[in-house]
């Protein structure tokens, strides 16, 4: 099948991925009475007196918008709001399927930070957590961090967390096929915007103690006086060895290589070069850093990619739904590092001993008991680090 032809007849039939219906009746007078006027001036007045009664007396409690500016639009870069609708009517519609979550794409005429900020700050009474999508770097980073300061309930930016949340349930798994401990791990990233930055800070929490950062200009290393605001951070806690060069030098001995870059950047004579029992995650995508085949030829271990085509994929979908649905069960006001750790486990213990090989060490995407455990997993840690409200 040609999916991109089969999407776009499809997408023609479909006239939308989502539609609004009615959870209670309005076909009678006593109907419509107590579900709009007269009766609705009630709860009107008692969220006017306490507004947190918003989220009891609405469906606030339920409801995420997918936001977008349309500058990073999956692997097509900036296109713009309109045509970044799809995706984020597909996101959407992922939300409902395997979280249970309301979400709306809204999709932003602007490429300001401030105007952005400003518009998600205005919209706050309307949700009860916000997910961002498809925000270009460097931009994507002061966004998200400014609005999970000034807003009260969770933000989270899923080209970042989600990617790292699914790349540490990933390792988790593939450690325990090939034999080897987190912190003795050298890993390699390429890819220095809003998914390899996520990734580097995600894995150096959970006990990664030397991992090299590449972006197109070669290895990051604190004190190069190029790199933006968001380089310098990780530069700060990554490349302890100092290390100088280019992405053949990175990933030169490294036991995991992950690549959120550029189509055929890496070559079998940099696998060949890694460490024995290798792991790599290529996640670019259509087009990977290298063809999971040519990896496994050059002698890498485990091999996940970005494809719903090839085993082992790296896929934001086993997160988000289950994370919010984590949250928003608890009305937690923020989504921390924690809470994403919890949903990395969870989704890593899906796969049990007996289930797991070097071709499965990820659920499938639509496996209902995944996105339950992160759910329950997430709400937890929610709880036992004070952001739960309920």
């Known amino acids: 099948m040609n999916y991109g032809e089969e999407s776009l007849k499809k997408h023609a039939e479909w006239r939308g991925k989502i539609e609004t219906i009615t ?30 009664l918003s989220f009891e007396l609405t469906r606030r409690w339920n409801t995420v918008p997918v936001i977008t500016d349309g500058t990073a639009v999956l692997g097509l870069g900036d296109i713009g709001p309109e045509a970044g609708m799809p995706v984020m009517e597909g996101k959407c519609a992922l939300f409902k399927a395997y979280g249970g979550v309301d979400a709306f794409p809204l999709c932003i005429r602007s490429k300001d930070v401030n105007t952005i900020v400003e518009t998600i700050k205005l919209l706050e009474g309307s949700f009860g957590g916000i997910n961002l999508e498809d925000i270009s770097a460097p931009r994507c980073f002061e966004i998200e961090q400014r ?23 990933a390792l988790l798994n593939a450690l325990k096929i090939v034999g080897k401990k987190m912190e003795d791990l050298h890993v390699a990233i390429n890819g220095a915007g809003a998914a390899g930055v996520a990734i580097a800070k995600f894995l150096i929490r959970f006990g990664v103690r030397d991992l090299i950062l590449c972006d197109s200009k070669g290895i990051i290393c604190e004190g190069d006086p190029r790199l933006n605001a968001p380089k310098r951070e990780i530069a700060s806690m990554s490349n302890k060895r100092h290390l100088t060069g280019q992405l053949v030098d990175a990933i030169k001995g490294a036991d995991l290589f992950i690549g959120v870059s550029a189509p055929h950047c890496v070559t079998k004579e940099m696998v060949k070069s890694m460490a024995p029992n290798a792991i790599v995650f290529t996640c670019s995508n259509p087009i990977p850093e290298i063809e999971r085949e040519d990896a496994i030829e050059a002698g890498a271990a485990v091999v996940g990619t970005g494809s719903s085509a090839k085993p082992n994929q790296i896929n934001n979908v086993l997160v988000f739904p289950g994370l919010f649905r984590g949250a928003l069960d608890v009305r937690a006001s923020d989504i921390n590092p924690e809470m994403m750790m919890a949903a990395s486990h969870a989704i890593a213990s899906v796969i049990t001993d007996d289930m797991l090989d070097k071709e499965m060490i990820l659920p499938y995407a639509w496996n209902e008991q995944s996105h339950q455990k992160v759910a329950e997993a997430v709400a937890q840690a929610a709880r036992k680090t004070g952001v739960a409200r309920k």
């Open 23 to 52: 959870r209670v009746p309005v076909g009678s007078r006593e109907e419509l009475s107590l579900a709009y006027t007269p009766g609705v001036a009630t709860p009107c007045k008692a969220i006017q007196e306490n507004p947190e």
């Open 147 to 169: 609005l999970k300061e000034e807003l009260d309930i969770p933000v989270f930016h899923d080209d970042q967390h989600g990617t790292a949340v699914v790349t540490g349930a």
